[in-house]
């Protein structure tokens, strides 16, 4: 069975932190803590933002200012509610929501 929903994407730095955590591991425990299904983080290998600086990930470099993108698939009240979290905070983030279905594969659990 399809959900219709929607898929928001924060992405920030690599060591931005928030309340003494990395902002995506505050999202995502934020996220869990509220209910939210799932979530996950992914590091960009390569990249650039809005000042137009490219930035790579080298060997002898720690690429600090490389960007992680956390990414959620939600119902609109859970998106819009999130979002308002990290926008009343203060969280420095970029974000994007995008429409989106999405359903589960395999096997379902067994229910009694």
Known sequence: METQGVLISFYCHTRARHDGKLVYEWLLEHAKKHGIGGGSAFRAICGYGRHGVLHEEQFFELADDLAVKVEFLLNPQQAKSLLDT?????????YAISPASFGTLGKLPATD
């Open 86 to 94: 990290v926008r009343t905070i203060g969280i420095d983030a970029v």
